[in-house]
């Protein structure tokens, strides 16, 4: 017996295929960017490009991350922004007085997830509304980092600051495309495309997964089988919270070696952008973040290449593209559905 | 008695933070005492420096204003930032390139450029928003961003004071028949028309919101959308009008500052408003009249500040960390009461009445 083929058009009134099909047109132009750059400049300039684009998702990948973990339990997240802030000054911080970057790093994340327990108590236990909340864990991160900043370090940033180092992976660096792309990357950007990977398991193959997606679908059925939904939130706030503090870590500890004030600059909200984007998925959010960091590679690749543009013209790109995104993408994204709303036990 | 209750969260939140502010400068080996005792000289013990907590006060009043009347739509304006920075500089490019005019119509003229810019920066959110389902929080801190570097760009480069004698990146001043004559004679007093003003509007927004059209059907939508939409209310177009009116208010504050007190815009002049416009809105409790002593208190604040970080050396950011503990104590009354063991009854526990701002990431409203 024959089955007739779909049309394209049957396909794409799929929810799963259209996702799909929207992905691959971004890609597609992305790649049709990239091979122009390519053309124009010559590979060098194409394969720096895609390295700074990794380079430059890291934060926005692991901040959109850390709000799917978030969201996808309930709860919005629009603090990430200074979860970010706070631990990008407290690894600085702590490398500074530790000389051990590993203890930093360990710090950042640390700090990140007790400003998203900030967050937690406020939005969970007081049931603060978590748009506020979250602009409370944005303000006293500006704060907190700007006051321990200048009362610290009056006399400047300490120099001799290192930043953590790319990963050796001897021969793998050398093939060519591959190597300087991937290859060369530093640790926390390749921890976050792993972390990817492992995030999309947890969410769709393990019972804490069920588990997350139950409580941010349908917290009083999640509830009446027997989990504890507000547990699950503080977790999975908290969790969020060491993630932006990885993508937060990337700023002072791998990124550059030194603290500035709102050094993050928007970075935390742009995530969010991503993982709307990417429709509340890992690899969605993922590849929405990659748009971004083409967005702000580009610029940086143009200085490198002498091209003479105002700096704060095309510094707009990320921004702009943000609003774009967003706009056309958030009326058919579905959040989860009882992201935002506080769950009390009738 | 139930006005007392009311009163007493606010009260006791700025309390609690102010001390929880003691503690944190005490823990970094900062001198208290000191430190307040300039709050207090810079802020409201001498007469000029009321002036100067005026001054601070007048943009609070406008960006406050702003925030609360968006709240009361349902819809969260992060953007006062880049609605102040668009209007000043609207409202600056008026007043020095626009020659010719006679006094109070190009004053009028530069307040008018500007609040309309600041219209638009805040009508663009709100009408992605109605339109396209956009959260208004992304669209407006983007926009915040975008306003910023644009300014930075203009005031550097294309709108750069020609003088040679002027390094710095800022605009040339407004001509005389732009400006605001002095409300006081002596120029060591800074506080400026833009405060009655302040106050004149509130009193405005306070009427819109009560007696209009407008306001009614802005307070409908932000109680309940669905309800609004089922009793005939354009929503969507309510939304637009609120973010609108939202983003004219913080660029008439911006105007205002430009022909009254500055003349001149230059990069970075407005860093802060916005998230403080925020704390200003949340402690006011989204009420026009609310919006006023919360002003007051965090001009003070401002103002202080300086004075305080020269006689302690203590860090102005520490006024940001007060400023969000207030909005943790406000936001979270539960704290107050447990803290101080008071009564405050369920209607006062919301910040912003009625409405509640987190409502997913939205959909279209047409």
């Not at chain 1, 390295?51 to 991350?65: M, S």
């Not at chain 2, 609004?228 to 009116?245: D, E, H």
Request: include cysteine; charged fraction near 10%.
């Amino acid at each position: 017996m024959t089955v007739a083929a779909p049309t394209i058009g049957q396909l794409a009134s799929q929810p799963r295929l259209r996702f799909w099909l929207q992905i691959a047109f971004w890609a597609g132009i992305a790649a049709i960017l990239l091979a122009l750059t390519g053309v124009q400049f010559g590979a060098a300039a194409t394969i720096s490009i895609l390295a700074i684009t990794i380079t430059k998702a890291t934060p926005l990948t692991l901040g959109a991350l850390a709000g799917i973990s978030c969201e996808r339990s309930g709860v919005v997240n629009i603090g990430i922004e200074g979860m970010m802030l706070t631990a990008a000054f407290t690894g600085f911080m702590t490398g500074v007085y530790s000389h051990n970057l590993a203890i930093a790093l360990v710090a950042a994340i640390a700090s990140g997830g007790l400003m998203a327990l900030l967050h937690a108590v406020l939005s969970i236990t007081f049931r603060v509304d978590q748009i506020i909340s979250g602009t409370v864990v944005n303000i006293l991160a500006v704060g907190l980092t700007g006051y321990l900043n200048r009362q610290l370090f009056t006399t400047g940033a300490p120099a001799g600051q290192s930043v953590l180092p790319p990963i050796p992976f001897g021969p793998l660096s050398q093939i060519p495309w591959i190597g300087p792309i991937v290859f060369q990357q530093k640790p926390i950007a390749l921890t976050a495309i792993v972390l990817v990977f492992v995030v999309h398991f947890a969410l769709f193959r393990t019972r804490w997964g069920l588990r997350t997606r139950a409580v941010g679908e349908h917290p009083l059925a999640a509830d009446t089988l027997g989990v504890n939904v507000n547990a699950l939130r503080y977790f999975n706030v908290v969790l969020g919270g060491a993630l932006a503090g990885l993508g937060g870590a990337y700023f002072t500890l791998e990124s550059v070696p030194h603290f500035e004030a709102l050094m993050t600059n928007g970075r935390g909200f742009i995530a969010l952008a991503a993982m709307i984007f990417g429709k509340w998925t890992p690899f969605g959010a993922w590849g929405a973040a990659l748009l971004f960091g083409v967005a702000e590679a580009i610029p940086t690749a143009m200085q490198l290449q002498g091209i003479n543009v105002p700096f704060q013209i095309v510094g707009l790109l990320p921004y702009v593209l943000t609003i774009v995104v967003v706009a056309g993408a958030v009326g058919r994204a579905v959040p989860p559905a009882a992201d935002g709303q506080p769950y009390v036990r009738a | 008695m139930r006005t007392l209750y009311t009163l007493a969260v606010p009260l006791l939140a700025v309390v609690t933070a102010l001390a929880l502010g003691a503690v944190v400068i005490l823990a970094t080996g900062g001198n208290v005492l000191l430190a307040y005792q300039g709050l207090w000289e810079g802020s409201l013990g001498r007469p000029q420096s009321i002036s100067e907590t005026l001054v601070w006060v007048t943009p609070y009043i406008f960006g406050g204003l702003a925030v609360a009347l968006a709240f009361k739509a349902g819809l969260f304006n992060i953007g006062v930032e880049g609605q102040i920075a668009v209007g000043s500089l609207a409202s600056v490019y008026v007043g020095y390139a626009v020659t010719g005019v006679p006094f109070p119509l190009h004053l009028i003229l530069a307040v008018v450029a500007g609040t309309l810019a600041g219209a638009i920066w805040g009508g663009i959110p709100g009408f992605l928003k109605a339109r396209t389902g956009a959260h208004e929080v992304i669209v407006t801190i983007m926009l915040n961003y975008v306003a910023i570097q644009m300014t930075s760009f203009l005031v550097s480069g294309p709108m750069k004071d020609p003088n040679p004698l002027i390094a710095n990146a800022q605009t040339p001043k407004i001509l005389q028949s732009a400006r605001l004559p002095p409300l006081l004679p002596d120029p060591a007093y800074r506080v400026h028309w833009g405060f009655v003003i302040a106050i004149l509007v509130a009193v405005g927004i306070w009427w819109l919101l009560q007696n209009s059209t407008l306001g009614f059907e802005v307070r409908t939508v932000g109680a309940n959308p669905q309800a609004a939409r089922y009793a005939g209310i354009a929503v969507g177009r309510t939304m637009v009008m609120a973010m609108a009116l939202s983003g004219a208010l913080a660029g008439l504050g911006a105007s205002l500052e430009v022909v009254g007190l500055n003349f001149y815009h230059t990069a970075g002049f407005s860093v802060g408003y916005g998230f403080d416009s925020i704390a200003v809105a949340l402690l006011g409790r989204g009420d026009p009249f609310g919006v006023i002593p919360s002003a007051l208190l965090f001009g003070a604040l401002r103002a202080g500040a300086s004075r305080m970080q020269f006689l302690s050396q203590i860090p102005i950011d520490i006024i940001n960390i007060i400023q969000a503990l207030v909005l943790i104590f406000v936001a979270a009354p539960a704290l107050i009461r447990w803290i101080y063991r008071v009564r405050v009854p369920r209607e006062a526990a919301s910040v912003t009445g009625e409405v509640q701002l987190t409502t997913g990431w939205g959909k279209a409203e047409t």
